[in-house]
């Protein structure tokens, strides 16, 4: 059994992960409940839940100093873009100044340490249009969220480099999948796609308000294969120090996204059509060469991620 510190351990990605990795080991998921809920987690004698925010110095400087850990997924933060440029002092707090709090005190606390993962974003390459997005491709952080994750990626991998910290980042394209929050409009679009579908489903009004031509196309990948990737990364010695692009490598329009949830249901979903969000990217897809030469194989197209997606949800309202 290994230990595992797991911050945003209540979340979407979070909570699939603690789940997976609580069949064999101990994890501690530290989570305040802001995004994540309790019942997104097993109930478990391997899990120890803590509610609390990262932001909490006190919290984390005594959960560091009593536990040893042997590996940490930070995955922590204030997901929304849109809060960020609202609020960028606030989201700053949590998207950086926490997770600098944290490499400190990892390196004061944490003699045992296997890896740190920091879980990043595609939301650094910005606008920037060389296509697929390789990891050394021109960084464009447009925003207070995507300028704070590159930001901490940097100083986490510092940390690997300075002070012996083994760190790792990965950068999330578009994940989907169970747990997924779709309470905000800046949820994933698949979440929120589905909350329409499942209405229509139960016979009432819904529409999908998509935004711009549906041409955009996204590196959508289920959530399954982003814990893969987390734990593939996370046991490889290869990938210390070194920064990582987690998709499938395949870019899918949000028209084409659609087509394969109508085909999967064999219901149409009623679309209005709203100009495109300010600053919205037109495509984006990873090369995930990197992570595929470290054993990656993403198990999932989308059709096959929705279905599974599908089937999980369908259970769900059993
Ligand atoms: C993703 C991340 C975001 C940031 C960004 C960086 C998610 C949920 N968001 O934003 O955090 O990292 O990438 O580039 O992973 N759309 C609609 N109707 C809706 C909702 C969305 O048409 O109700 C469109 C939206 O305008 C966009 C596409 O769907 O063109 C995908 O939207 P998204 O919010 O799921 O993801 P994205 O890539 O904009």
Redesign the pocket.
């Known amino acids: 059994m290994a230990n595992y510190l797991v911050t945003g351990g209540a979340g979407f990605i979070g909570s699939n992960l603690t789940n997976f990795l609580a069949k064999e080991n101990h994890v501690v998921a530290v989570d305040d409940l802001s995004m994540g809920k309790m019942e997104n987690l097993d109930s478990s004698a391997n899990i120890e839940f803590i509610k609390g925010s990262i932001t909490d110095v006190s919290l984390m400087r005594n959960l560091l100093k009593e536990k040893e850990f042997d590996y940490i997924f930070h995955l922590a933060a204030i997901?929304?873009?849109a809060d960020s440029v609202e609020n960028p002092i606030r989201t700053h707090q949590v998207n950086f100044d926490a997770v600098f709090h944290l490499l400190e005190l990892t390196k004061k606390h944490q003699k045992m340490l296997k890896r740190f993962v920091f879980s990043s974003?595609?939301?650094v390459?910005?606008d920037e249009k060389t296509l697929p997005k390789q990891e050394e491709s021109v960084i464009r952080p447009l925003t207070p969220?995507?300028i704070d994750?590159f930001a901490a990626e940097k100083f986490v991998l510092m940390y690997n480099n300075l002070y012996e910290v083994p760190t790792s980042v990965v950068r999330?394209?578009?994940?989907y999948g169970p747990k997924q929050n779709s309470s905000s409009?800046?949820?994933?679009?698949?979440?929120?796609?589905m909350e329409c579908f499942d209405k229509l489903k139960g016979n009432l009004d819904a529409e999908?308000?998509?935004?711009?031509d549906?041409q955009?196309s996204?590196d959508f990948v289920f959530v399954e294969d982003v814990i893969q990737a987390l734990l593939l990364v996370a046991g490889n010695s290869a990938t210390l120090g070194d920064v990582y692009n987690l998709g499938i490598g395949q870019a899918t329009t949000?028209l084409e996204l659609i087509r394969i949830i109508e085909n999967h249901l064999g219901i149409k979903l009623p679309i209005i059509y709203?100009e495109?969000?300010f600053g919205?990217?037109k495509e984006?897809f990873a090369d995930i060469s990197k992570l595929q030469a470290i054993g990656y194989k993403p198990k999932n197209t989308v059709s096959e991620g929705m279905k599974k997606y599908i089937e999980y949800l369908q259970k769900e309202y059993e």
């Open positions: 997901a929304s873009v974003s595609a939301a390459y910005g969220y995507a994750k999330f394209f578009n994940v409009p800046y949820s994933g679009v698949i979440s929120i796609m999908f308000t998509l935004f711009g549906g955009q996204r949000l709203k495109a969000r919205d990217i984006s």
